[in-house]
């Protein structure tokens, strides 16, 4: 299931089997299953994804989750995770699992965050200890937890830095993906639930000529695939579509490619169709929690007055528990109540969509009208 990539890193086997202009279908194999591209990661940032039961996620259609390092470094701790059998067991999940290095957390902790070429010295948000993130340190964490696919440790600088900061950022992330390259072949590449496979991260914001800089360099150093990282941070939509197109066209075909933070369905289809494999964010169980709901037609904000008596489900032609047994009133109902039904079935209604978008898409691939149906769901929205 596995073989030696670039430079002797684990590698997990990943192939075309589609291609409509630049959205692909791949497959990728995994010691926990296989995955087939392109593909949405439901975020389980502290060891679940909200609301959700494994097999509930199974049953919806979900593929590989994703969840943080940072979060469960420091609670319960990753020796915690290893000695209760690994992620995999922790979570109750049996499938893929994508480990976010900390590194985003950086950039939403800047305020008591000391970035140095070192690593990252920071207070924890949950006891204000002292803690010293390095690159070393995020590989070591991940390969105790466990997952399939890990991430190098980088700099994420917010979108409104200025431009020699940004070079900054991007030389950090070199000099810290090559040590994380360096840590991961130290131990074998092996975690608690076995290989683990680590994906580089391309930084340098909107300026392209940092991300060509940063793109080349990982290349350089080699690794089985690659991700396109901060974007979506607060930038002007067209510049993260230019950005992340020029920085897609750098990338190998063979390897797999993930844009890291994005949920909307339009932005979804969007990384689909510059040739993105993979991608995750909390927004779809996030607004669920707010009570919000992904459909056909945008966003239902079930907090509405209208709905209050509505006899509707939330689509006609959805299959999730909300949809085949519940109005539109009684969930609005729920919401306002702060009662556990509303969110819960919210984010499973939310994820489905997802999930329905994303295998609607491969189907469109597959049969070469990709920007037919991306323009079909693009104007519902």
Not at 25 to 31: A, D, I, K, S
Not at 154 to 169: F, I, K
Not at 199 to 215: C, E, M, P, W
């Amino acid at each position: 299931m596995s073989s030696a990539g670039p430079g002797g890193l684990p590698d997990f086997p990943f192939s075309l089997e589609a291609i409509d202009g630049r959205a692909r279908v791949g497959r990728l194999e995994t010691p926990h299953g296989t995955v087939i591209t392109p593909c949405f990661m439901p975020v389980g940032t502290k060891g679940t994804v909200k609301g959700m039961l494994p097999a509930g996620l199974k049953s919806l259609g979900a593929q590989i989750i994703l969840a943080n390092t940072y979060h469960l470094a420091l609670r319960p701790g990753s020796d915690v995770v290893r000695d209760l059998g690994g992620l995999h067991r922790f979570m109750g999940w049996e499938g893929p699992i994508l480990t976010d290095s900390g590194g985003f957390q950086v950039f939403s902790l800047l305020d008591t965050a000391d970035v140095q070429d070192e690593g990252v010295a920071f207070r924890s948000v949950y006891d204000g200890s002292r803690h010293l993130f390095t690159p070393e340190r995020a590989i070591a964490e991940q390969q105790a937890l466990g997952a399939d696919f890990i991430m190098c440790f980088d700099q994420c600088p917010p979108a409104t830095e200025d431009r020699s900061l940004v070079e900054r950022a991007v030389q950090r992330t070199t000099d810290w993906a090559r040590r994380c390259r360096e840590a991961h072949l130290a131990a074998e590449g092996r975690g608690t639930g076995g290989l683990q496979m680590l994906l580089g991260i391309v930084q340098g914001g909107t300026f392209a000529d940092l991300r060509r800089r940063s793109a080349e360099a990982l290349l350089e150093i080699g690794f089985p695939g690659y991700a396109v990282g901060g974007l979506s941070v607060g930038e002007d939509r067209e510049l993260m579509l230019q950005s992340t197109e020029s920085t897609v066209n750098l990338l190998p075909r063979e390897r797999v490619r993930y844009f890291m933070g994005i949920g909307d369905p339009v932005g979804i289809l969007d990384m689909i169709a510059l040739g993105v494999d993979l991608f995750d964010c909390v927004l779809p169980t996030r607004v669920a929690r707010m009570g919000t709901a992904f459909t056909k037609e945008g966003r239902l904000n079930l907090r509405n007055a209208r709905f209050a008596v509505d006899p509707d489900p939330l689509e006609d032609d959805c299959d999730c528990t909300a949809c085949q047994f519940f109005s539109r009133g009684a969930i609005r109902h729920f919401v306002g109540q702060k009662e556990m039904l509303g969110a819960q079935l919210l984010t499973e209604h939310n994820l489905r969509h997802l999930f329905r978008l994303v295998d609607g898409a491969r189907a469109a691939i597959r049969e070469g009208r990709f920007e037919e149906y991306r323009g079909s769901v693009s104007a519902g929205w």
